[in-house]
């Protein structure tokens, strides 16, 4: 059975920084690209930051560059999302997503093409 499980969200003031984690079970993810997607209360969901299989090229919301910084482990089966500077706007369930298609050299933005999805993680920035 294939999971994807978040963890490393919770409470931070504004400028602090957390970081979270995707741990994926069930099969390998190192031939495919990652993503991060969030989703605040009564919006949908959008795009933060993606990762290619290898880790040389990412990807990140215009919202979310400069501050947050996606990395991988494809010894480990796992997935990374640094965040800095935090703001109040950046509250919201973050999800990790896998992709299906196998090596693809620029990761995709869209959460269609994420096959695999985590059942997220909440981080609250407070003001």
């Known amino acids: 059975q294939v999971q994807l499980v978040e963890s490393g969200g919770g409470l931070v003031q504004a400028g602090g920084s957390l970081r979270l984690s995707c741990a994926a079970s069930?099969?390998?993810?190192?031939?495919?690209?990652m993503g991060w997607f969030r989703q605040a209360p009564g919006k949908e969901r959008e795009f933060v930051a993606a990762?290619?299989?290898?880790?040389?090229?990412?990807y990140y919301a215009d919202s979310v560059k400069g501050r947050f910084t996606i990395s991988r482990d494809n010894a480990k089966n796992m997935v990374y999302l640094q965040m800095n500077s935090l703001k109040p706007e950046d509250t919201a369930v973050y999800y990790c997503?896998?992709?299906?298609?196998?090596?693809?050299?620029?990761?995709?933005?869209?959460?269609?093409?994420?096959?695999?999805w985590g059942q997220g993680t909440q981080v609250t920035v407070s003001s």
């Open positions: 990762i290619n299989y290898s880790g040389l090229r990412t």
């Open positions: 997503a896998a992709d299906s298609v196998f090596r693809m050299a620029i990761p995709t933005t869209r959460a269609a093409q994420y096959v695999y």
């Open positions: 069930g099969r390998t993810f190192s031939n495919n690209a």
